[in-house]
DNA sequence: CCGCTTTGCTAAATCCATTTAGCACATGCT
DNA sequence: AGCATGTGCTAAATGGATTTAGCAAAGCGG
């Protein structure tokens, strides 16, 4: 049975040379004082027997397993776990090391279980996603890795990845300014007064700034605000309906897409035409944005961005407490009139 | 400085006893003679301790890592990924093991990169997911642990987990048909004729088999077959726009929820009511399905159902080579009309 | 009381790579 | 020649668990 692995020792005999020797050379260390021809025996060896380092041993003497945890609230319920999964899963395979995905469900013993399953792994760092941004739970352990908050923050633990929200608030604005649209506009998902002291999250309060801001910048004020605590689809289209029966806006500034798709909805009942009658901008760049008809124009959430960025923060060497914002692109489609200015 | 980690020698001095005792109580080994009395003491002492096992130097000796490998051709592109890898990750978590995700944009070098990162690791198990079912390109390298192909095949590892398609296919049909529906049923998404020799994927095609078979057994036929290879919105839109101009179906019988959802744009601007006019079903059970307005009848493929029975196959102790067949779901909605039969 | 089994436990080897400490030889300088 | 320095390499310790082989004491039958 030549079935079992290859070890650095068999590597070394075949070289002819110390396992310590072969070890040096694999590691590629710098100020060893070994041979070229040491280093090309070494090389050879291990290229002619197939040799891959046993990661378990690795680990057990440096303390350092290539790999990181993230750890997730939730996974599957949203079109954003994937976006930022993915953007991670590249940094990280970049970076030659793997990443154990686990999953909590918010719930404080799954959290703890999954940081201590890391912990137990050797992991050489953690990343908390949270799918909603928010000051997120950390489990009061010992973690004795570096961590970074991915979509959330922690008092505990400065460095985190975030979008740019309050530069994407303005830019929704500034996109509808420069559509020449300046009146009848009218703010779907969220009314200033009767949310006051609502506290949805971190960042969405941030983009509600970036709005505002922009609109008293273009000395613009809202037709209407509509509130809805829930942003999906059915509460656009209720929202959306009520407000024709009373008025007729210029432009639905929605605070994502999915508000935008009920909007789409209650239009299109209406017989109202985007962009023409009424224009669009909306937030995410969810996949929805671009079935529709016409697609939506959105300020996109960066998840694979911020995936990756978590990641490369979490490798590096010096890492530098501070949030980072990434930056929120425009995705251009067709929901707002050419402006021939 | 405590910063050191607990080890088992702690643990077995604390207790009084070897570390080889220590060791069999804490794996909770069967056929041990050490008294109860010891059994307490290794206890009482792991708890006070705090202390947790070293997963490297157990998976050095063990050559087992609890671990298994999700190795996927994409991870974001689709919603279905999410899904596969949620129902993987509960199943693992609940085997008390952790789970590497790894992606490969179905290239082949990748593939072996991954492959070999995850033998590396000791995974205990290798999962190979395709996000579009299929035969599945497996790298040949020699595997030694076992194998489970997820949402697709490999003739080379027979272990394989996919939706019941054909029997989802008929489930469409017989949904039509107990709706009272029996003629101007219109397929959306393929032509049996011209396609004739593309080939789709393994699964996709049981479910055409099934739709048929179900067609014919209710004495059926389509009153037109719709071909069109991406079964995106636009195409479903397209398709459906065309069929409208030269006639009026009473059904829609869609292959996937956005094809489905193009119908439904081209139906909303022609003025046509769902169910009323036309009825739909549709498969999948896309996030989409429930945005439309009304609700979208689909038959679900159950990614996370699927996710889960995989890694319990891997992990399973007795591994019958066989294709797994996933019920598909009914996931009634708003878009057939109701039968008062 | 002797020899045999059972009970309860442990010493030491093992998994494999990294790393510390240091050996043997060559070279350079005075 | 004598001593310091540099060069090229290796023996052995190490990390933390599992596992094999086996020891000492107690129990039992005759």
Redesign the interface.
Known sequence: MG?KRVTLADVARLAGLSTTAASMILTGRPDTRLSPEAHKKVHDAAASLGY??????R??RTDK?R?IAFISDY??TT?F???L??GA??AA?QAKH??????TGGEPA?EI?AV???????VDGLIFAAMRAREVFVPDLAI?VPVVMLNGTSARFPISVLPAEYEGGRRAVELLVSSGITKDIVLLGHNAKQEEGLFRSETISRRFMGIRDAMADAGLTFAAELSCWNW???FG?DLTRKLLKTQRPRALLCLND?LA??AY?AL??AGIRTPEDVALVSFDND??AS?L?PGLTTIGLPH?EMGSRAVELLLAPSRIPQTNLIDMPVVMRGSLPHNCS
């Open positions: 079935k891959r380092p046993n990661v378990a041993a680990a057990l397993s790999s996974v599957a079109r776990a994937s976006g999964i993915r899963l590249s395979e793997v990443m154990l995905v686990l999953e799954r279980q201590e399953t890391a912990l137990d792994r050797q004795n999906e689809p059915n289209y999915r798709f009920g909805q299109g009942e996949e929805l079935y008809r694979e």
